[in-house]
Every structure is written in C-alpha cells, then in structure tokens.
C-alpha cells in the first residue's frame, strides 16, 4: 500500500510505503515541548518506508535530544518528526486530512505512550502505558 500526504498549502508531499510501525498519542514532555501540543498523535515509520516528494523542506534538529522535526518552508507545517529511535514520525492531523472522517480509523492510533508525563487527562479505551509500550499501564485506582 502506498499513500501520498501533503502540507497544508501542497509545497511539501511525503509518500508513505507499507504499514506504520505504531500509531499512538505520546506524552513525553520532550515531544510536548519540540511539537508544542498537549500530546503528540503520530504514526509511526520505518525511515525506508516515508519517501520526500518535494524540495521546498527545512529541518530543526532538537538542541539537547535525539529529536528533529522536517517541516514545510512556506506554510510550516510539520511533515514528519524523526524520535529518538529513528523512526518517522507522521502527524495524524495529516492523515485525517487525506482520509477523510469514514475512513481515519485505519490511522487511528492504539494506545498511549508516557501517560505517567500527561498534562490532559484522556477518556478512551485506549491502552495507557505509563513509559513506552513495554511498561506498565496505567491504573485509575
């Protein structure tokens, strides 16, 4: 499956290749802080898998972390982050824009990550992990 998504004023394309890796809302003040959101809804890729179809690109490598997002230099846009392990991260308001209300539940993301570092608290289904997906979730009570 191929998928092209496009900035909001179309100077910036990215074709995604195959399946995301992960779909989740992270909490982690480090992607509060670069993505300036109370949570950071992304899919997840393999680097191989997110393919640039523009030139009209600037990048901000985060000063101190392993963090760098790669944005539209008209309309300044996010296009894809990359995170400390590598992969690209695609916003999933970009998603939603291409796959309209029916069909965004295939982009939806599956759980939370960093829900011990939440600034909102979120009222879904979703599993809660309270650091990354291999730790323990979080508990109401």
Known sequence: MSIRVACL??????ELQ??????ANCHC????????????????????S???????VRSFSHP???LKKTFCAVCGEVVFGTNRLGM???????????????????WAPTM??????????????LPKYLDGWDGPLYSPE
């Open 9 to 14: 004023c179309g100077k910036v394309a990215i």
């Open 64 to 66: 101190e972390k392993q």
């Open 29 to 48: 003040a480090s992607c509060r802080d670069f993505y300036g959101v109370p949570m950071f809804s992304a899919t997840a890729w393999e680097p191989a």
């Open 50 to 56: 997110v393919q640039m179809k523009a030139s009209d």
């Open 88 to 106: 690209h991260v695609v916003p999933n308001a970009m998603l939603h824009r291409i796959s309209g209300e029916g069909s965004y539940s295939s």
């Open 112 to 125: 939370h990550l960093f829900y011990r570092q939440r600034v909102v608290d979120v009222v879904d289904d």
């Open 18 to 23: 195959g399946q995301p890796v992960a779909r």
